[in-house]
């Protein structure tokens, strides 16, 4: 935020995660008859012990520069589902759905001979969500539907986030930034929804430039306290990687996610911008 200096906006900017076990899964339940327990049964046998992800998000903005400030409101809309599939005698899926839409106020700037960039982010969230274990009795009742819209618990929080970024003056070869965020400030609340607690985030970063290309490299360490999971596996935490812009249009990128190799592309046409990564 703390680098818009004119008017900029994002229209239509959906961005979509889905898993490669999750493609198969819903090409599977197009050719099974879902009211039909027997077969449901089957379906549920053949993805035991696969993780099943799915993601939507929509952030339509706006972004403008008030008094050497950077500004930005949107307007939030994303839905999660994650689910594992247990107990081949009499498969069980174990789900986890979360549905936010909100509103999302930040803003950002510079402070003068100190190479640091400071920025908030007010945001009001509404939350519908469930954690829920269902069997292949429940799914092929004709009323799943209807119990799935029951399970759900609404609830509405307000937060901050917060963050600082430093530029190393004494690298002199690259561009470095270090940087460190605190998001959902204080924990939110969601009533019966599902809780989201506070959260620390650190990485660094590189870029430098040459022939026309740009070569951004990044390091980031995701929830330093532990405050989200129970795992504290550090290659679990990191995410890094390379990015190759070329002088027009496309960017390049490898790295790693969670331990797994992952890359991408983008295809940026200044009213449309494409990214495309898989890990």
Do not use: C
């Not at 040459?210 to 951004?216: A, E, N, T």
Request: proline share 3%.
């Amino acid at each position: 935020i703390s680098k818009i200096d004119t008017l900029t906006f994002g229209v239509v900017n959906p961005s979509v995660e889905i898993s490669a076990d999750s493609i198969d899964l819903v090409n599977d339940i197009d050719d099974t008859h879902m009211d039909n327990t027997e077969e449901v049964v089957e379906l549920m046998r053949d993805y035991l012990g696969d993780h099943q992800h799915i993601r939507g998000a929509m952030f339509p903005y706006v972004g403008f520069n008030v008094a050497g400030y950077g500004v930005m409101i949107g307007a939030l809309a994303q839905a999660t589902l994650d689910g594992d599939i247990r107990n081949p005698t009499w498969p069980e899926a174990d789900m986890e759905y979360v549905f936010d839409r909100g509103l999302v106020v930040g803003a950002g700037g510079r402070i003068p001979f100190l190479d640091l960039r400071l920025g908030a982010t007010l945001k009001y969230i509404y939350r519908s969500s469930l954690s829920e274990v269902y069997t292949a009795t429940d799914i092929a009742d004709d009323d799943f539907e209807d119990d799935f819209e029951d399970d759900l618990q609404d609830g509405s929080a307000v937060a901050l986030d917060l963050g600082v970024i430093y530029t190393l003056p004494w690298i002199e070869w690259a561009e470095t930034d270090v940087g460190l965020s605190i998001q959902h400030l204080p924990e939110m609340k969601f009533g019966g929804a599902i809780d989201q607690e506070t959260q620390a985030n650190m990485g660094i970063s590189a870029k430098k430039g040459f022939g026309g290309f740009d070569v951004l490299a990044a390091l980031d360490y995701v929830d330093l306290t532990h405050a989200i999971g129970e795992d504290r596996d550090i290659p679990k935490r990191l995410h890094m990687g390379v990015e190759l812009a070329f002088p027009k249009i496309l960017s390049m990128r490898l790295g790693l996610n969670q331990g797994y190799l992952a890359y991408g592309l983008g295809v940026d046409l200044w009213a449309l911008k494409l990214d495309f990564a898989a890990y």
